[in-house]
């Protein structure tokens, strides 16, 4: 008996949100990072101290440049790879294209207010939230959770 059924895209959007969420977590380490010696600087009366806010957020606006880029990298590099897969999730299990996905602790699945991007040890897709055939994007967070897979918000 089949609970949910919804399609996932491992499209060109689906390798630009996987560059973004490592380009914003190079922000915060950065930014972390040099968060310190500015304060310093700041203290001591420097006045070049922004110098030191340069580097986090040149990976800041670096990492939003790859995002807004996903249209070209959809229609150009990527017109070929597009595919669709079906996931369904029977009995506590989880099918892609009618085939278990095993490593089911190794999903994350972020979600944003239009999407969900979800991650396996192989691929990441991108789930709409008009892709569900049955059961909804709630429902299908509700199950994640129940089976400890790693929920995250995206910003």
């Known amino acids: 008996m ?3 059924k919804f399609k996932g895209r491992n499209g060109g959007l689906a390798l630009v949100m996987r560059n973004h969420i490592v380009m914003f977590r190079i922000f915060l380490i950065s930014l972390l990072i040099f968060l310190i010696p500015t304060i310093v600087l700041a203290c001591i009366g420097e006045p070049y101290f922004w110098i030191f806010l340069i580097i ?14 996903v249209k070209y990298a959809e229609n150009v590099f990527l ?3 597009k595919k669709d ?3 369904e999730i029977k009995n506590e299990c989880i099918f892609k294209d ?3 996905i095993k490593l089911i602790k190794s999903i994350k699945i972020y979600c944003y207010k239009n999407f969900l991007y979800m991650e396996t040890s192989h691929s ?3 789930v709409k939230n008009t892709d569900f055939v049955l059961g909804d994007r709630n429902a299908f967070l509700d199950w ?3 089976q400890t897979i790693k929920v995250l918000h995206g910003y």
């Open 144 to 146: 994640a959770k129940k």
């Open 98 to 100: 009618r085939k278990k």
């Open 56 to 69: 986090p957020l040149f990976s800041l606006i670096l990492s939003f440049v790859v995002f807004l880029d």
């Open 85 to 87: 897969h079906i996931f």
């Open 124 to 126: 990441m897709f991108i």
């Open 2 to 4: 089949t609970i949910m």
């Open 79 to 81: 017109s070929l790879e």
